[in-house]
């Protein structure tokens, strides 16, 4: 089965600085990558996904990814951060194993932007 | 992309009821799942809402407690039986088509006493 980590629990950053937040997952032959945004009190929102060709992935809000498979990682990253970012964040992957119709999730990157 | 509601948002239960909860997308889309997210922590696959057969669970839940349907292509209920204070999470209805992104309604809200 796949399985996703997410190696930081929690991120304090300060605003307009720049953030990354990472993922990395176990191997697969193949892997679709998503990255969920979830604000106090609302589901998830997605951010950005990558299921095939360039790398970098740009999504909602200034929020860019990069698939890097040798690595197995798919980090986010945003140039300079708001207070509006402050949210958790989920990593999830799916895979080949379960004609992609089955999502892992990280245990999530609570991310704290500081005035 | 689809929108997703669930109703109720949020409900307070006694213990040995039961709650059902109802999702609704905005437009026909093959997968319907049901998502539990415990206070603090990263959300769990339920089961996977089947249209018009039975829902697929996953190791640890089981239909007499978690109950599913899913009558068409873009309603499903997952009813949560004989609650006990362990169930207080929330629960999360997403859908998406095979093989691509899942969307996520806003959840519900359960806290059982």
């Known amino acids: 089965a796949q399985s996703v980590t997410q190696l930081d629990s929690q991120v304090p950053v300060f605003e307009e600085a720049p953030v990354e937040l990472r993922c990395n997952y176990s191997s697969s032959v193949s892997v679709y990558l998503f990255w969920y945004v979830q604000y106090p009190n609302q589901g998830l929102q997605l951010l950005l996904k990558?299921?095939?060709?360039?790398?970098l992935v740009k999504g909602i809000n200034g929020f860019e990814a990069e698939f890097n498979k040798s690595q197995t990682s798919f980090h986010l990253r945003k140039p300079s951060v708001h207070i509006s970012d402050t949210a958790e964040y989920f990593c999830a992957v799916s895979g080949v194993l379960y004609n992609f119709n089955k999502f892992y999730f990280g245990s999530g990157t609570k991310l704290n932007v500081k005035p | 992309s689809a929108v997703i509601s669930q109703k109720p948002s949020r409900d307070i239960c006694q213990r040995g009821t039961s709650l059902t909860i109802q999702c609704q997308v905005d437009?026909?889309?093959?997968?319907m799942f049901w998502y539990r997210q415990q206070p603090g922590q990263s959300l769990t696959l339920i089961a996977t809402?089947?249209?018009?057969?039975?829902?697929?669970?996953e190791s640890g839940f089981v239909i007499d407690k978690f109950p599913i349907s899913r009558p068409n292509l873009t309603f499903s209920t997952l009813t949560v039986s004989n609650m006990s204070p362990e169930d207080s999470s929330i629960y999360l209805c997403?859908?998406?088509?095979?093989?691509?992104?899942?969307?996520f309604g806003p959840g519900t809200r359960l806290t059982v006493t």
């Open positions: 997403s859908a998406g088509e095979q093989g691509f992104e899942q969307y």
């Open positions: 437009s026909q889309v093959t997968m």
């Open positions: 809402a089947n249209q018009g057969s039975e829902a697929t669970y």
């Open positions: 990558y299921l095939s060709g360039s790398t």
